[in-house]
């Protein structure tokens, strides 16, 4: 699976300068957030792929123009081919706001999530705004990391982590990093094109949760 994953910046060679060559072969595209409504409209449209996305610390605009015909997966495990994506947007609370999360806050996230996540029988891919507490951070407060994100990570091994929140014109940035864990973590701050093999996740409906495959296979 071919995968085009966005975040923070709008980038004129995906928008102003459009060219489908850029794209083709793409089966998925994925927002980090940060981003125009109208960029991820033109992205699904042009690039012709769903496109899932969380909301990052900047997109209280979507309240007023969700970006149409793409799929908002905040608090949920999205089933695309097989590959199971788990979706938590936001960043650490830094002011007061919306879209902004203590630990304490991000850690009841996951909590409320852990029925779907039995259900799925966990999930390959995490989709978030902000990065995991000491992989891909910063010092100060509005670029901190989640540690609850680790936990996640140690917990249920997924192959890739996707996130954005720290921009490649930071001091301290870094594209890819590889966790403890074994999962890949990268940062998607611009555009980055990413290649899944079918062997790193299950086929469809076929994980092994019965009550899960039966749900995904009649969908």
């Known amino acids: 699976m071919r995968i085009l994953a966005v975040?923070?910046?709008?980038?004129?060679?995906?928008w102003d300068y459009w060219?489908?060559?850029?794209?083709?072969?793409?089966?998925?595209?994925?927002?980090?957030?940060?981003?125009?409504?109208d960029y991820l409209e033109f992205l699904t449209t042009m690039v012709n792929a769903p496109l899932l996305y969380v909301r990052g610390n900047h997109d209280r605009k979507y309240d007023v123009k969700e970006p149409l015909g793409c799929i908002d997966i905040d608090d949920r495990?999205?089933?695309?081919?097989?590959?199971?994506?788990?979706g938590l947007g936001g960043s650490y609370r830094y002011r007061p706001g919306s879209d902004m999360y203590t630990e304490k806050e991000m850690v009841k996230r996951i909590r409320k999530m852990y029925a779907k996540l039995r259900f799925a029988g966990g999930f390959?891919?995490?989709l978030t705004h902000a990065p995991a507490l000491g992989y891909g951070d910063l010092e100060d407060l509005p670029h901190r990391g989640f540690a609850c994100f680790n936990d996640l990570l140690v917990k249920y091994r997924p192959v890739y982590?996707?996130?954005g929140h720290v921009h490649s014109e930071y001091g301290s940035f870094q594209r890819e990093l590889t966790h403890p864990c074994g999962t890949k973590i990268i940062n998607c701050c611009g555009h980055v094109f990413l290649d899944?093999?079918?062997?790193q996740y299950p086929e469809q409906g076929k994980t092994g949760r019965k009550l899960y495959d039966l749900y995904i296979r009649s969908r």
Do not use: F, Q, W
């Open 19 to 37: 060219n489908a060559k850029k794209t083709e072969g793409v089966d998925l595209i994925l927002s980090c957030g940060d981003l125009d409504p």
């Open 124 to 126: 390959d891919l995490i």
């Open 161 to 163: 982590m996707l996130h």
């Open 7 to 14: 975040a923070d910046r709008e980038e004129a060679g995906l």
């Open 196 to 199: 899944i093999d079918p062997s």
């Open 77 to 86: 495990i999205y089933n695309c081919r097989g590959l199971r994506i788990l």
